[in-house]
């Protein structure tokens, strides 16, 4: 069975240039989580989906990101304008309901 | 105050020796869950364990077995005998009913095993 697929796996960008991290939750899991990740901490939640459905995004600074779960399969979060501090790793995890979550490699984000 | 402590920022291990990484936790909730998840240098967060809040025994997987002491808030991720390929990062992580089951990681113990 395939995992979480996330893509690109890297990526450099120029601050205030816009940036997309894709996300395929595997197969059957109805619930996918976006987390940021700085360097040295634990992930932390930016948002939640149960199916098309932002459940919890308490934490996404909406702002400059969003994010979309369009058919209740694939995610896509985006940051426009990135600032130096966005620079981190984005995972992606699913889960079905409210079981074990299950990451994917995450994106490492470089702002420059 | 934080809920998920892990106290040490690295430890160091034998191969083929025992470690325990420690996890203590924080909440008022009755119902919650402990995991644990290794994080390689390739980044993506792989999941080893589970234990229920009210699970009667200490859940085990392979080498993998965690050492839950309710009373103390104390859920430590004991790995048998080492191997190379278990340095990493290592995260506990606990998931509350009543934050509507968001998970809250501590922030990590790097583990290296020498050979």
């Known amino acids: 069975e395939a995992g979480v697929v996330q893509s690109p796996r890297y990526k450099i960008i120029e601050k205030k240039q816009p940036v997309a991290f894709w996300c395929n939750p595997i197969?059957?899991?109805?619930?996918l989580y976006w987390y940021l990740q700085n360097l040295g901490q634990g992930p932390e939640l930016l948002i939640r989906y149960e199916n098309e459905e932002a459940v919890d995004d308490s934490q996404l600074p909406k702002d400059r990101f969003s994010a979309e779960r369009l058919k209740g399969v694939d995610s896509t979060l985006k940051i426009q304008p990135a600032e130096l501090g966005d620079s981190a790793v984005y995972l992606c995890?699913?889960?079905?309901?409210?079981?074990?979550?299950?990451f994917g490699p995450g994106t490492r984000l470089t702002v420059l | 105050a934080q809920k998920i402590t892990q106290t040490q920022p690295g430890m160091f291990v034998q191969e083929k020796e025992a470690v325990t990484l420690d996890c203590t936790y924080d909440?008022?909730?009755?119902?919650?869950?402990l995991f644990w998840y290794k994080q390689p240098s390739s980044g993506e967060m792989i999941f080893l364990i589970y234990?229920?809040?009210?699970?009667?025994q200490n859940a085990t997987e392979g080498r993998y077995s965690l050492n839950f002491q309710k009373a103390r808030k104390s859920a430590n991720l004991v790995i048998s005998a080492s191997q190379l390929g278990d340095s990493a990062m290592y995260f506990c992580?606990?998931?509350?009913?009543?934050?509507?089951?968001?998970?809250?990681f501590g922030k990590g113990t790097l583990l290296t095993v020498n050979p």
């Open positions: 234990q229920g809040s009210y699970d009667q």
């Open positions: 197969s059957g899991h109805n619930t």
């Open positions: 909440t008022s909730d009755p119902s919650y869950g």
């Open positions: 995890a699913s889960s079905l309901f409210k079981d074990t979550q299950y």
């Open positions: 992580a606990m998931r509350e009913a009543g934050s509507n089951y968001k998970l809250t």
